[in-house]
């Protein structure tokens, strides 16, 4: 008897909350929210919002919730959302309001002004049902305070001896990085004392109890290497969750040394960003050679590219628009992000031309667009619908790591599985340029490029070569039988589609790796209850 209530606890915990692994997540596709910035109550002024002012605009997690087919449409899988902790609350600073939600108070406490925590359960809630994901962004480095001794009262930590001393940041002192107080005098953000180990533990205890309530998927940390590399594994081992990380650092070898087992499941890829800048942005010295040798250095020195995040914009950085003045610049850089090894980011308004150059004014709102279809938009979709369906209807298309088949100053060819990706840095205008690469297809086989619904043929020794009198646009070659099933250029779209192996984590009909666990879970509740009524 004891047993069985036992069992019937057991699985009731399970029903609610099922942890999703860097395994579940590198087979994801994430759209990246300023929860304040992308979506507007009903009856709200949607003129109201000027990012340079640098204050709330009035999005809430219910506006998410109830504007997630335009997400959803696009074909993502995930969503990331600003921190939900509570913010600096007291007189506007000199930058402005805590609208980006980064500037903690209470970590234990939500922002209320972005929400209660049933609205929360609710954004969560309505993801699950759609089969996509919830990602987080969490500050655990600091606080938020506007000078070096504020009353700690208001934080959750309350001890002087759980906080470094104040000091100025040595930038290339490890120590110093790790220790010392990032922001400035006008608002400074006390560093927490992460070797502390009550420290540890009291963030471990609020982080696992965050992930269980709001049914959290995965974790983007804030500042990580501003946290000694010590800490994480045992607050993501107690979040039980997918984190990647926050390393703003252009190196490979500086920045991957926080990917492992010694510190968190990935990070933010800043090193081929500053690569995909390097090659394709007009004007710029498009480098190409930047994103092959990114690519080797990678390889070498990630324990897993494949779960990297891969992204061209995000809140502090310029939109790409703003240091690109040519839309097809985008488009192959974009299409090299979910192309290649890792999980494809797309940063709000990224797919509406926003053009927004630093903060505060990469933090447009998005409801101004009026969540127009444009071809950026339409590009990604098309891009998501091929990623899905190669994760659920091959065995290893997403874990094979990606082969450079050719490069040349204005274009480059790489291999992922058995999906060809050729792109260039030329622009719109036609040019008498092309590129050729040798690729393991026979001479007979049959491919598309999937962007134009284009057949492509391939030469003796299985050559393939793309030529750009009409622009350089961007071209992903798929071997026909891989499409079937797909709804991709003339294709039939399966309604549920079976995955060969370990991938079916996404799947056309919606359901999603956390659901199918709950109906199993459910099913074995219905059994123990039955056993459980017959030994009453």
Not at 122 to 127: M, N, R, T, Y
Request: glycine share 8%; aromatic share 10%.
């Amino acid at each position: 008897m004891q047993y069985l209530l036992s069992l019937l606890l057991s699985l009731s915990v399970l029903t609610s909350a099922y942890a999703a692994t860097a395994e579940d997540w590198r087979k994801r596709s994430i759209y990246q929210i300023i929860t304040d910035r992308y979506a507007l109550p009903e009856g709200a002024d949607p003129t109201a919002c000027d990012p340079a002012k640098q204050t709330w605009c009035g999005g809430t997690w219910n506006t998410i919730k109830d504007n997630l087919d335009y997400i959803q449409n696009a074909g993502f899988t995930a969503i990331w959302i600003s921190p939900v902790s509570e913010n600096y609350q007291g007189p506007r600073t000199p930058y402005g309001d805590p609208y980006h939600g980064y500037w903690i108070a209470d970590a234990t406490k939500l922002n209320s002004k972005f929400g209660t925590a049933d609205d929360l359960k609710a954004l969560s809630d309505e993801l699950h049902s759609r089969g996509m994901y919830l990602m987080v962004d969490v500050v655990v480095n600091n606080v938020m305070a506007l000078s070096t001794t504020p009353d700690l009262s208001t934080y959750m930590f309350k001890d002087q001896s759980q906080y470094h001393p104040y000091c100025p940041i040595d930038w290339g002192n490890t120590t110093s990085e790790q220790n010392c107080w990032l922001g400035d005098l006008n608002v400074t953000l006390p560093d927490v004392n992460t070797q502390d180990p009550g420290v540890v533990s009291a963030y471990s205890t609020w982080i696992k109890a965050l992930v269980q309530e709001f049914n959290i998927d995965g974790l983007r940390i804030d500042a990580a290497k501003h946290v000694d590399m010590q800490f994480w594994p045992q607050f993501c081992g107690a979040a039980g969750v997918y984190c990647i990380g926050e390393v703003f650092d252009a190196d490979p070898g500086q920045a991957l040394q926080w990917q492992g087992k010694q510190s968190l499941d990935a990070i933010l890829n800043y090193p081929m960003y500053n690569a995909l800048v390097d090659a394709f942005t007009i004007p710029g010295s498009q480098n190409m050679s930047a994103v092959t040798t990114m690519i080797e250095q990678i390889k070498q020195k990630s324990s897993d590219p494949t779960l990297l995040g891969n992204f061209l914009e995000d809140q502090d950085v310029p939109r790409w628009a703003s240091l690109s003045v040519d839309p097809q610049s985008l488009w192959n850089a974009m299409t090299f992000n979910f192309m290649s090894d890792g999980l494809p980011i797309v940063y709000y308004g990224q797919e509406q031309g926003f053009n927004g150059n630093a903060d505060p004014m990469n933090r447009e709102p998005l409801w101004p667009s009026k969540y127009a279809n444009t071809t950026t938009y339409q590009l990604i979709t098309k891009l998501n619908q091929l990623r899905n369906h190669l994760i659920n209807t091959t065995e290893d298309w997403v874990t094979t790591q990606v082969q450079v088949l050719s490069e040349t100053k204005e274009a480059i060819a790489f291999m992922k599985g058995d999906v060809i990706t050729v792109l260039t840095n030329i622009g719109s205008p036609p040019a008498n340029v092309s590129i050729a690469a040798h690729t393991p297809f026979s001479n007979s086989a049959s491919t598309t490029d999937i962007l134009t619904c284009t057949q492509f043929a391939v030469g003796s020794n299985g050559t393939i070569e793309v030529e750009y009198s009409k622009g350089g646009r961007p071209v992903v070659l798929v071997p026909d039988d891989l499409l079937d099933n797909s709804g991709l250029c003339g294709h039939a779209l399966a309604t549920t589609v079976a995955g060969k192996g370990s991938q079916g984590a996404v799947t056309t009909s919606g359901a999603s790796r956390g659901t199918l666990a709950n109906v199993f879970a459910a099913g074995l509740v219905l059994v123990a209850s039955s056993l459980l009524m017959s030994a009453l």
